[in-house]
């Protein structure tokens, strides 16, 4: 796959909790970017965070589990983002979804023919 210099980041702000279908939100999140086709998806856990609720979520050595932010983020192209966003929609009962312009210096595979 080819990604032009101008591509969308989609960020999505979740809780580590969060489910949807049967799995963790962020899981579901992931494989529906792959099953339809985007460039790639990454999860990232943050260490502390609040959202629409202010309720503060942060690790802590003690606890086993905590809901610790998550983020899912996901670049490719306006088009594969925007017919992504509102199959992610109705997924998301609480969070934060932003879209970005952002320009891309390369996606590579690994099998380069150098």
């Known amino acids: 796959m080819i990604l032009p210099k101008q591509g969308k980041l ?3 702000f979740i809780g580590e909790n969060d489910r949807h279908e049967g799995l963790p939100l ?21 260490l502390e965070g609040y959202g629409a609720h202010s309720r503060l979520h942060k690790a802590k050595i003690l606890r ?11 670049v490719d192209t306006e088009e ?13 009962s609480e969070g934060l979804a932003t879209v ?7 996606y590579r595979s690994g099998n380069l023919n150098r």
């Open 10 to 12: 989609l960020r999505i």
């Open 26 to 46: 962020y899981e579901w999140i992931v494989r529906q970017a792959r099953e339809n086709g985007l460039a790639g998806a990454t999860v990232l856990r943050g």
């Open 64 to 74: 086993l589990s905590s809901d610790l932010p998550l983020v899912v983020e996901i």
């Open 80 to 92: 594969k983002i925007q017919s992504f966003l509102p199959l992610i929609d109705d997924a998301v």
């Open 100 to 106: 970005e312009r952002v320009e891309v210096h390369f």
